[in-house]
Structure formats: C-alpha cells, structure tokens
C-alpha cells in the first residue's frame, strides 16, 4: 500500500533551517507529485508547494518561495523540504502528501505522511 | 488567493444525527473540492475528490455536492468513529488553500 514516512521531530532556533524528509514506498516514485502542506498548533492547513519527483520541477506558494526548497533524490525514493531563517511562527506540523490525477477533476491529495513537527524556539 | 470559507467551525452532535458541513469559495472553482477528515495527532485522511467522489473505503455516509462557489458535506447517521475535525479544500488554482476547518464534537 502506498506508504509516506517522514522523518523525525526538530527543533530549531530562530534563524536556522530545518529539513525534512519524506521517503515514499508502495508505488512509483516517479509517477505522482509530492506537495507539503503544514499546521500550526491548533490552526488549519497550509500548502507550501510542490515538486514533480521525474523532473524535478517545482512550484512554490508565494508565502514561502523566498524561503523553502523542495527537492528529491528518486534513487531512495525520497522528497525534501528545507524551510530557512525560521521564526516562531514557523512552528508546526509538516506534512507531504501524494496528488493522484483524475480525469474528470486534476491531480488531488490523497496519501499523507504521518507528520514532522517543527518547533522553532529559542 | 482563493479563500474558503467553512462553516460552523464547531459543531456538537449524537451518534445517529445528520451532520452538514459547508464551504464557500471566493470564487467559482467548478468542482475542484476535495473534503479531508483529521483526528486529534494524526493526518488528514482524503475522503472526497471531485467535489463528490468517494475515496475507496470512505463510508457511504459521507456525501459531497456542489459546483461553482458552494459545497456541501453531510456525514448521515453520524458515527462515534466520525468525531473529528474536517476541512475542504480548493485545488483549482494555485496557491491551494483550505478551508478554517469544523470540529464535530460529541453532545
């Protein structure tokens, strides 16, 4: 079955970055776009982007394009998102998910990663 | 951006009851909504594409409708199983953007 796992909790200070990982099983890797979306404490979800894991082509929300790369290494079939110069307001659940395409309606999420949450705090 | 406007944001109901969530788009965005079902510490879990489909293995009680700027979900004799919160979803356009979410809480 298709499987997202994510790698584990961070915490950061204000200024750093923070990478995480996203290794995907159960299909092939390079057939399905990986997007992240992220959750504040208490709060609703945010989409942060995307990157076809075959060509590696991204697209970033404007919110984040400044600060987040999203990269992949099919090899180990795995997706990264890097987000720089944390603040506290950075502080949230990251998760990636799997966009599966339609033909009636477009590529929409349907698989999630259990999460990775980042604190940033000094 | 598009925003999505969900409403209530929280809500009590019994098991049995029929529930009815909605979702506003600031603009027409045919049926590219999706519905997402998340339980306290864990994912969301996909349970609608298309405004109107089913995900495989999602319950018949749950049903989507609408097109253009109003869409609806109504979970029908609602579950113990079903408290969670829930959120729509617009992936018409870019940015994605999600809905302020309803939280179905046990009366």
């Known amino acids: 079955q298709v499987q997202l796992e994510q790698s584990g909790a961070e915490v950061k200070m204000p200024g750093a970055s923070v990478h995480v990982s996203c290794k995907a099983s159960g299909y092939t890797f390079t057939d399905y776009y990986i997007h992240w979306v992220r959750q504040a404490p208490g709060q609703g979800l945010e989409w942060m982007g995307w990157?076809?894991?075959?060509?590696?082509?991204?697209l970033y929300a404007q919110k984040f394009q400044s600060r987040v790369t999203v990269t992949r290494d099919a090899t180990i079939r795995t997706a990264s998102m890097q987000l720089n110069r944390l603040a506290s307001g950075d502080t949230a659940v990251y998760y990636c998910?799997?966009?599966?395409?339609?033909?009636?309606?477009?590529?929409?999420?349907?698989?999630w990663g259990q999460g990775t949450l980042v604190t940033v705090s000094s | 951006d598009i925003q999505m406007t969900q409403s209530p944001s929280s809500l009590s109901a019994s098991v049995g009851d029929r529930v009815t969530i909605t979702c506003r788009a600031s603009q027409g965005i045919s049926n590219f909504v999706a519905w997402f079902q998340q339980k306290p510490g864990k994912a969301p879990k996909s349970l609608i594409y298309g405004s109107s489909t089913l995900r495989s293995g999602v319950p018949s009680r749950f049903t989507g409708s609408g097109s253009g700027t109003d869409f609806t979900l109504i979970i029908n004799s609602l579950q113990p199983e079903d408290f969670a919160s829930y959120y729509c979803q617009q992936y018409k356009t870019y940015p994605w953007t999600f809905g302020q979410g309803t939280k179905v809480a046990i009366k």
């Open positions: 998910a799997r966009t599966t395409y339609d033909l009636l309606t477009g590529f929409y999420l349907d698989s």
């Open positions: 990157i076809n894991p075959s060509s590696g082509a991204t």
